[in-house]
T-cell receptor, first 110, second 116 residues
Framework: QKEVEQDPGPLSVPEGAIVSLNCTYS??????FMWYRQYSRKGPELLMY????GNKEDGRFTAQVDKSSKYISLFIRDSQPSDSATYLCAMLDTGNQFYFGTGTSLTVIP | ETGVTQTPRHLVMGMTNKKSLKCEQHLGHNAMYWYKQSAKKPLELMFV???????ENNSVPSRFSPECPNSSHLFLHLHTLQPEDSALYLC???????????????FGPGTRLLVL
């Protein structure tokens, strides 16, 4: 079983839609949860990170962590064509080891 | 720009060649990483240098050799690679804080490597 599971997609939505991206994990030791956005031909850039269960909002983006279900989500409201990218979830355990999902490819159609 | 630069951006090499990838960070961080990104696979951590200590993943073949001469520079030396080593190689940096673990990482643009 992989430490982090993420549906690779591809996911295609119309402009203005609400996008939900998800990852599940199996390791209870994960304590930091991150979302990265990676545009084509670029390295991943940090979008949001959170330490605890609950929601964290930043503009059109909301990160949600449910430690009891070992499930994290990234919601994008009012999606724009510029949001088209691959979104990677990442987690850090208590031993300072990073684990990444495979990434979900998102296309927002104008 | 994230403050992490990588050169070259693209590299084509034969299986008998020796080449090096270079990474430089301008963020004042004290931890640097090499990752391999292949299609449909999670990022694979290859090497970490944190607080001048090297953390090695035992599954990385010896044909990959890292070098970290100082906290701002990181190299990945390549020799006798295989076609399956073709991938995007990403460098990242972060600030390691005592008692808090490794903080979030900032990635460079990557080097797209093709081994023929």
């Amino acid at each position: 079983q992989k430490e982090v599971e993420q549906d690779p997609g591809p996911l295609s939505v119309p402009e203005g839609a609400i996008v939900s991206l998800n990852c599940t994990y199996s390791n209870s030791a994960f304590q930091y949860f991150m979302w990265y956005r990676q545009y084509s031909r670029k390295g991943p850039e940090l979008l949001m990170y959170t330490y605890s269960s609950g929601n964290k909002e930043d503009g059109r983006f909301t990160a949600q962590v449910d430690k009891s279900s070992k499930y994290i989500s990234l919601f994008i409201r009012d999606s724009q064509p510029s949001d088209s990218a691959t979104y990677l979830c990442a987690m850090l355990d208590t031993g300072n080891q990073f684990y990444f999902g495979t990434g979900t490819s998102l296309t927002v159609i104008p | 720009e994230t403050g992490v630069t990588q050169t070259p951006r693209h590299l084509v090499m034969g299986m008998t060649n020796k080449k090096s990838l270079k990474c430089e960070q301008h963020l004042g961080h004290n931890a640097m990483y090499w990752y391999k990104q292949s299609a449909k696979k999670p990022l694979e951590l290859m090497f970490v240098y944190s607080l001048e200590e090297r953390v090695e993943n035992n599954s990385v073949p010896s044909r990959f050799s890292p070098e970290c001469p100082n906290s701002s520079h990181l190299f990945l030396h390549l020799h006798t690679l295989q076609p399956e080593d073709s991938a995007l190689y990403l460098c990242a940096s972060s600030q390691a804080r005592a008692g808090m673990g490794l903080e979030t990482q900032y990635f460079g643009p990557g080097t797209r490597l093709l081994v023929l």
